[in-house]
């Protein structure tokens, strides 16, 4: 991460409004310091990434993103302002792995002269630093088509990606060291929150059936998940949505609807209804009994302004979603969420 130093004032009143700042400094608390002193500019590529710099960059960032609700980062290509915004930037926050699989020549080739963080990777090596092993434990291997790639659905563990918050910090703090104190502070109580996040979904989805603890979706964005919160899962399509599903793949995930029995299979925000529409009729065909349990959010969040537009609040929708849809009963939520909850008037 390269560092920065402040830009020099380049006008007399600039320079003027410079001094009373930096003598104002030394009479202020680093708190207060940080907020006089401007947001680090920052773009992002997904809106989970941007949640995630948000949330521990508070007043030290002002952070923007590329991708909104319902679009797929797999297909995702930047447009002439999207390249215009992420030159501008101060720091680039992109997830890595391959997610943003058209946006990578873009991004190799900003990543020269603007500071760049891929915030999965760097979740992954920090939750391999802690646990002793190699960052390669954490990650999945990719298949088929991503085969000799890691996975880079790392959002939908809520455990591994609490690391994710104190790279995001790190990465601020070497632009604004100002802001260090703070944003490690804010890191590591969003990374408390994460956590209670884990447990309550480790908890419920432990109370599903055992015999129905498989998870059908669009796409195998949900491997994470599956790992984390003991669930087998299957996409009708592989880790990137670049090539279409196949009569084949959705034939064989009819096969696997059947021999398991499980009750619901689930379609993604991002992806069209269609390949799970086409998995429900081949299997109900068959006798099957099996219905579309909901949407879930796999590779973007909902709309901004609600719950489900926030990483806690999607992953949120996704265990209720999944747990009750497959039978089994929501854990309660944690108390160390309760402010979370009532700040979306949610019970
Ligand atoms: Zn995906």
Known sequence: MPRTTPNHPRTPRARAAWIVTVTLAGLLTGAAWAQATAPLRVVTTTAMVADTV?????????????????IDPHLYRASAGDVDRLGRAELIVHNGLGLEGQLGAVLDRLGSRVPTLALAEAAAEAAAAGASADADAALLDGEDDYAGRA???????AELWSHAAAAAADAIAALRPDCGDGVRAQAAAYAERLLALDAWATAS????????RTLVTSHDAFRYFGRAYGLAVHGVEGISTESEASIADIRATADLVLATGVPAIFVESTISPRT????LAAARDRGGEVAIGGSLYGDA???????????????????????????????PWPDALADWAAAWNLP
Do not use: S
């Not at 996975?151 to 563990?157: A, E, R, V």
């Not at 989805?205 to 129905?212: C, G, N």
């Not at 799970?276 to 998995?279: D, T, W």
């Open 54 to 70: 948000r949330e521990v960059g508070g007043a030290c960032a002002d952070v923007v993103h590329l991708m909104g609700p319902g």
């Open 276 to 279: 799970i529409e086409a998995v």
């Open 205 to 212: 989805v432990a109370a599903v059936p055992e015999a129905r």
């Open 151 to 157: 996975d880079p659905h790392l959002w939908l563990d």
């Open 301 to 331: 969040m909902g709309e901004a302004g609600t719950p489900e537009g926030t990483l806690i609040g999607m992953l949120r929708h996704n265990v209720i979603t999944i747990v009750t849809a497959l039978g089994g009963q929501v854990a």
